[in-house]
């Protein structure tokens, strides 16, 4: 099984700010890598897929980047609704596995 | 516009079997562009795959919880369905139902369902 870890597991940011959450894999697997937000009492919303690529109806300050076992999800000029649980999750071999999650505070 | 909705009790017994079915609106279980999954999450914690499943049939489960998992699908119905067999309060979660682009990325989600289960 692919284990994902995620960094930092909690960060309170301002608004404005640049904020860059990591996801590293126990093992290489490509661009199969996704972004998903998730707001207090909500489902997850799919951000980024296959690493870098915006999901549509995805604001353009989210962006992704990496390959392989690193990867890296990017939000320019936060805003306060970005206020969320943001988890990576693998899709490159079975089981399907997801990153422990990153809790954005907004100050 | 693809939406999902489960249902099933939020009250199961443990010991008993969870059963949950998810309705897809919108679209059609048989387009060729999704799978279907199963994903959880349990009270203040992340997010596990349960499985999934395509239209004709052919479903692969998380070995933590293949001996228990069951993923069907009623093409007729336009819904797939869960079962999880020999429940603990372990399996005590909210329950997404979600569709999955070619076995890749969790595209569109259900707003989910909590289960909880009782000694």
């Known amino acids: 099984e692919i284990v994902l870890t995620q960094s930092p597991d909690f960060q309170s940011v301002t608004p404005k700010e640049k904020v860059t959450i990591t996801c590293r894999a126990s093992q290489i697997i490509g661009s199969a890598l996704h972004w998903y937000q998730q707001k207090p009492d909500q489902s997850p919303k799919l951000l980024i897929k296959?690493?870098?690529q915006s999901f549509s109806g995805v604001p353009s300050r989210f962006s992704g980047s990496g390959s392989g076992t690193d990867f890296t999800l990017t939000i320019n000029s936060l805003e306060a609704e970005d206020a969320a649980t943001y988890y990576c999750?693998?899709?490159?071999?079975?089981?399907?596995?997801f990153g422990q999650g990153t809790k954005l505070e907004i100050k | 516009q693809l939406q999902l909705q489960e249902s099933g009790p939020g009250l199961v017994k443990a010991s008993e079997t969870l059963s949950l079915t998810c309705t897809i609106s919108g679209g059609s279980i048989s387009s060729n562009n999704y799978y279907w999954g199963w994903i959880r999450q349990p009270p203040g914690k992340g997010l596990e795959w349960i499985g999934t499943i395509y239209y004709s049939g052919g479903a692969y489960y998380n070995p933590s919880l293949k001996s228990r998992v069951t993923i069907s699908v009623d093409t007729s119905k336009n819904q797939f369905s869960l079962k999880l067999s020999s429940v603990t309060a372990a399996d005590t979660a909210v329950y997404y139902c979600?569709?999955?682009?070619?076995?890749?990325?969790?595209?569109?989600w259900g707003r989910g369902t909590t289960v909880t289960v009782s000694s």
């Open positions: 999750h693998q899709s490159s071999s079975l089981p399907h596995t």
């Open positions: 979600a569709g999955q682009s070619n076995t890749s990325c969790f595209s569109v």
């Open positions: 296959y690493a870098s």
